[in-house]
C-alpha cells in the first residue's frame, strides 16, 4: 500500500483580533498552562485561540481550526468542536469564580465549519446551584452557528 505523505508545512499567521468592547482574558494565570489539548500550540496547525471578556464580562473565543482538526473533508470534526467547547465552556465557569471540571457536555452540530477559518466561541453563565454551574455556548460566525452546547459544570470537592 502507497504510503501518504504527511503535509508538515506551518499554515500563515492569523488574525484573531477581538471585538469592540472585548478586553484579552489570560487563560493560564487564572487555571495554569494545563490546556494544552486546544490552546497549547498557538502557532501550530490543531487550533489557534485567543480569550477575551466582552462588555457583559462574558467569556468569547475566537478560533481558527487548523487542518488537523479535520473530519469531513474540507470541514472540523464533530470531536474537535466539542473539545473546544468542553474547554470554553468549562474556562467560562472558572472566570465566573467556580473551580469545577465538566460533568456533561451535550452539543448539537448546526452547520459543517469549514477548516482554517476564524469563528468566535460565545459563552454564557446561566444558573449556579449548590455544586452544579449550567453554562450554554456556540460555535458561530455573524448568523451562522456550528455547534451549540449546554454545559453542567460540576464543582471539584474541597475547594
Ligand atoms: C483543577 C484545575 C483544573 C483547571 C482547568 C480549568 C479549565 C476547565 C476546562 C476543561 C474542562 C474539562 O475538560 S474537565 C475534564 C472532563 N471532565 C472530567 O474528566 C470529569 C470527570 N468526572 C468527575 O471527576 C466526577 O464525576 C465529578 C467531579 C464531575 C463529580 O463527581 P463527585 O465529586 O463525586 O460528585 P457527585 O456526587 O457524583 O455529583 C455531584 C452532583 O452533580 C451531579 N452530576 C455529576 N455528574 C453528572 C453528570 N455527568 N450529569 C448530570 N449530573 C451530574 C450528581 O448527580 C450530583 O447531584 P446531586 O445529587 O447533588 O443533585
Not at 5 to 19: A, H, I, Q, R, Y
Not at 36 to 65: C, H, M, T
Request: proline content about 6%.
Amino acid at each position: 500500500m502507497e504510503k501518504q505523505e504527511k503535509n508538515t508545512e506551518v499554515c500563515p499567521p492569523v488574525d484573531l483580533s477581538g471585538e469592540a468592547g472585548w478586553t484579552p482574558f489570560d487563560a493560564p494565570s487564572l487555571v495554569g498552562a494545563s490546556l494544552r489539548f486546544v490552546s497549547g500550540e498557538p502557532d501550530g496547525n490543531r487550533y489557534r485561540v485567543r480569550y477575551y471578556k466582552d462588555d457583559a464580562e462574558q467569556l468569547r473565543a475566537r478560533i481558527w481550526f487548523g487542518p488537523e482538526t479535520e473530519g469531513p473533508p474540507g470541514h472540523a470534526h464533530g470531536g474537535a468542536m466539542a473539545a473546544v467547547l468542553d474547554e470554553v465552556l468549562g474556562l467560562a465557569a472558572w472566570a465566573a469564580g467556580h473551580s469545577i471540571v465538566v460533568g456533561n457536555l451535550n452539543v448539537s452540530f448546526r452547520n459543517l465549519l469549514p477548516l482554517e477559518q476564524v469563528v468566535t466561541v460565545e459563552s454564557e453563565v446561566v444558573s449556579a446551584q449548590g455544586r452544579k454551574v449550567m453554562v450554554h455556548g456556540r460555535i458561530c460566525l455573524g448568523e451562522t452557528v456550528f455547534a451549540e452546547a449546554e454545559c453542567l459544570c460540576i464543582t471539584i470537592r474541597d475547594k
